[in-house]
């Protein structure tokens, strides 16, 4: 299977990106709705990965914030996990961050446990113990850009 991923610049691609995160977090994981979309919808860079039909598969979203940039909402079809798609949608949007930022940039996330393998191939460190965010154990993780 091929795919895709792209900044889900337009409304019809952000829904697309959403109806993953709506299908993987709300639904599978059990995330409130509330606290899977959130004030900072407006002010991310959103990305969706498609399938050959144009069917997302994927999503993720960057921010700034006051402590550097934070990725956040990263995740895969559940029937497209173990295939490539974390892996490129990990690299996609490293590479739009490293186009819009300075070099040395501070990058964090909050990782999922099962997540935490596929970002310590890009370069990232756990720090600190595992926390409990939506009911799902995370490590905080980091590099510099």
């Not at 559940?78 to 949608?89: E, N, Q």
């Not at 690299?91 to 099962?114: C, F, N, R, W």
């Amino acid at each position: 299977m091929t795919f895709r991923v792209i900044p889900a610049t337009s409304e019809e691609l952000k829904k697309k990106a959403f109806a993953i995160r709506e299908e993987v977090f709300v639904v599978e994981q059990q995330v409130a709705t509330d606290e899977e979309f959130d004030e900072f919808e407006d002010e991310s860079h959103h990305f969706v990965a498609l399938d050959e039909n144009d069917n997302p598969v994927g999503s993720a979203r960057w921010r700034y914030t006051d402590k550097g940039i934070k990725l956040e909402r990263f995740t895969a079809k559940k029937s497209m996990r173990g295939k490539g798609v974390g892996t490129a949608i990990v690299q996609t949007v490293l590479d739009d961050i490293s186009e819009k930022a300075e070099s040395g940039t501070y990058l964090y996330m909050h990782a999922q446990l099962p997540a935490v393998p596929l970002y310590l191939k890009f370069g990232f460190q756990t720090k600190g113990d595992q926390f409990d965010e939506c009911g799902i154990m995370h490590y905080l993780m980091w590099r510099e850009l």
